[in-house]
């Protein structure tokens, strides 16, 4: 039987990866996690994708089992600052766009919108971030329908099967170390063997596949399946087996991040219920705020700011609470493995591959590979046909977000430096160009996104493209034919559904706080 799972590196990908194959297999799986004990985390992965409650529901876990544990707060939406023009921002909110009349809010908002925000006149979650309220009720009962956890929602679907049902109205922040050590005690406690200890090397058997590890304490580590969790290092994927990596740096140049950890008073500051992506001279800056401190970063792209200039405008963004917390210079390998499955070596998290945190998709990989990892375990066999399914899967899934990442700068309208003037000459992925010119006449379907599940659906496309204001839109020519007072009522009822709950919801300090009693 084949069951015996090395997993080399911890982090966020090494213990998310334990704690989901414990969950499904139990003791039916040997499983061994060894980590480096002076390898530091990459740390940037602190927001995530609505999908990820599903990977707490499959570990048996409550948000009050783990969220104080991890310092964690609510995220109900990406806020994106000065990426049209300074002073303007919108919202990618977890809330699916309505339709009236078999067309997309989004359309009738092309036509006639209420306001000049197609964020609050669409999405009663942008309203609820604008006035920095959290999603559930002191009493922990969810903010009303539409969004109602205890709906007839089917339990046991994957992440993509999930994809086009309700949109579930939020997601998390937490600080990435602290969910480790959190997600260590459930493992081990399940019966995972924990070592900390440096590998020294990976050997290889007749066939070229791995064998063994070799620590500098524990000797020889033995198994059947090999999960390479180092990160950008690739110790066994990329290195032992030399599986190639394929860059995304022509259409997605941001090479490089530094980041803080910034204490904080968050009952004065608040905690504002969003990822904010604030665009700068040559990238942008991420904005977490966690229970007790704020984790931020300054994206860029080293060919156009160097790294002293890019902590320099990130200090100086913060503001003087980061004037003694320590900078974390971040090179980034931006792009996928050839394939994340080679032999009986699989790469999950930055080995698999990575994009720029724009979208907090670094979590969702993990989330997604994990999930695939299950679903295709091998058998004594070792049949390909799991291999290949878990890597196309994987592929798709990367490819798919680096386009929709791409479109973010290809649809800003922001052009005052040259790396934002070069955003709208770069190349694009294959395919994304001519379905920008669909969408400039209709607005994203399912139709007419990337083909593949890469957890992305249409709403969150029309969001990009009516929020960056670079790409001129256009409404479906059949709304000059149709009547809009059901659109126009349906704008009214975001609105007054939107005030009912802000009057009604607290803040996130006093949600937080309220949990911790």
């Known amino acids: 039987m084949l069951n015996r799972v090395v997993i080399v590196g911890?982090?966020?990908?090494?213990?998310?990866?334990?704690?989901?194959?414990?969950?499904?297999?139990?003791?039916?799986?040997?499983?061994?996690?060894?980590?480096?004990?002076?390898?530091?985390?990459?740390?940037?992965?602190?927001?995530?994708?609505?999908?990820?409650?599903?990977f707490f529901e499959f570990l048996g876990l409550k948000e009050s089992d783990w969220m104080p544990e991890c310092n964690a707060t609510y995220k109900l939406a990406v806020r994106f600052e000065n990426w049209r023009k300074p002073g303007h921002h919108f919202y990618h909110p977890f809330e699916q766009m309505r339709s009236v009349d078999g067309f997309p809010l989004s359309d009738w908002w092309l036509k006639n919108g209420r306001t000049d925000r197609f964020d609050t006149d669409c999405f009663v979650m942008a309203n609820i971030c604008d006035a920095e309220r959290s999603p559930r009720h002191l009493d922990g009962a969810m903010l009303s329908q539409p969004y109602d956890e205890h709906s007839e929602e089917?339990?046991?679907?994957?992440?993509?099967?999930?994809?086009?049902?309700?949109?579930?109205?939020?997601?998390?922040?937490?600080?990435?170390?602290?969910?480790?050590?959190?997600?260590?005690?459930?493992?081990?406690?399940?019966?995972?063997?924990?070592?900390?200890?440096?590998?020294?090397?990976?050997?290889?058997?007749?066939?070229?596949?791995?064998?063994s590890v070799v620590t500098a304490e524990h000797g020889e580590l033995?198994?059947?399946?090999?999960?390479?969790?180092?990160?950008?290092?690739?110790?066994?994927?990329?290195?032992?087996l030399e599986e190639p990596f394929i860059s995304f740096q022509n259409t997605l140049p941001n090479d490089s991040a530094v980041a803080l950890q910034v204490p904080q008073d968050m009952e004065a500051r608040g905690i504002r219920p969003c990822t904010t992506a604030t665009a700068q001279n040559a990238g942008w800056i991420w904005t977490i705020p966690l229970y007790g401190r704020i984790g931020t970063g300054y994206v860029y792209a080293s060919d156009y700011l160097s790294a002293d200039e890019a902590e320099r405008t990130l200090r100086e963004f913060v503001g003087p609470s980061a004037a003694d917390a320590e900078a974390n210079h971040i090179k980034m390998r931006v792009g996928?493995?050839?394939?994340?499955?080679?032999?009986?070596?699989?790469?999950?998290?930055?080995?698999?591959?990575?994009?720029?945190?724009?979208?907090?998709?670094?979590?969702?990989?993990?989330?997604?590979?994990?999930?695939?990892?299950?679903?295709?375990?091998?058998?004594?066999?070792?049949?390909?046909?799991?291999?290949?399914?878990?890597?196309?899967?994987?592929?798709?899934?990367?490819?798919?977000?680096?386009?929709?990442?791409?479109?973010?700068?290809?649809?800003?309208a922001r052009d005052d430096t040259q790396y934002w003037k070069d955003t709208k000459t770069r190349e694009l992925p294959d395919g994304l160009a001519e379905r920008i010119e669909h969408w400039k006449h209709q607005l994203p379907d399912t139709e007419s996104v990337f083909p593949y599940y890469h957890g992305l659906p249409p709403y969150s496309y029309m969001c990009v493209l009516l929020g960056m204001g670079g790409i001129e839109l256009k409404p479906s020519p059949a709304l000059a034919l149709t009547?809009?007072?059901?659109?126009?009522?349906?704008?009214?009822?975001?609105?007054?559904?939107?005030?009912?709950?802000i009057d009604r919801l607290p803040t996130q300090y006093e949600y937080f706080t309220h949990m911790r009693r």
């Open 222 to 240: 033995t198994g059947d399946l090999f999960i390479d969790c180092t990160g950008f290092r690739g110790l066994l994927l990329n290195k032992a």
């Open 10 to 54: 911890g982090g966020t990908a090494g213990w998310m990866t334990a704690s989901y194959l414990k969950a499904a297999f139990g003791d039916r799986v040997d499983l061994t996690l060894v980590e480096s004990g002076k390898v530091g985390s990459i740390g940037v992965g602190e927001a995530t994708f609505s999908d990820i409650r599903h």
């Open 336 to 412: 996928r493995s050839n394939r994340s499955w080679v032999n009986n070596c699989v790469g999950i998290g930055l080995t698999s591959g990575f994009v720029e945190p724009l979208e907090s998709t670094g979590i969702f990989f993990i989330h997604h590979a994990a999930e695939q990892l299950v679903k295709n375990f091998p058998g004594p066999d070792w049949n390909p046909v799991q291999r290949d399914s878990y890597n196309s899967s994987v592929a798709h899934v990367m490819d798919g977000v680096r386009e929709f990442l791409a479109l973010h700068y290809a649809a800003a």
């Open 154 to 211: 089917p339990q046991g679907l994957t992440m993509s099967e999930h994809q086009g049902k309700t949109q579930f109205p939020y997601a998390y922040h937490f600080e990435a170390a602290l969910l480790a050590k959190f997600l260590t005690k459930y493992t081990v406690e399940r019966g995972a063997k924990h070592i900390v200890d440096d590998v020294k090397d990976v050997k290889l058997d007749d066939r070229g596949w791995i064998s």
């Open 483 to 501: 009547d809009d007072s059901a659109a126009l009522k349906e704008f009214q009822s975001v609105h007054d559904q939107a005030s009912a709950l």
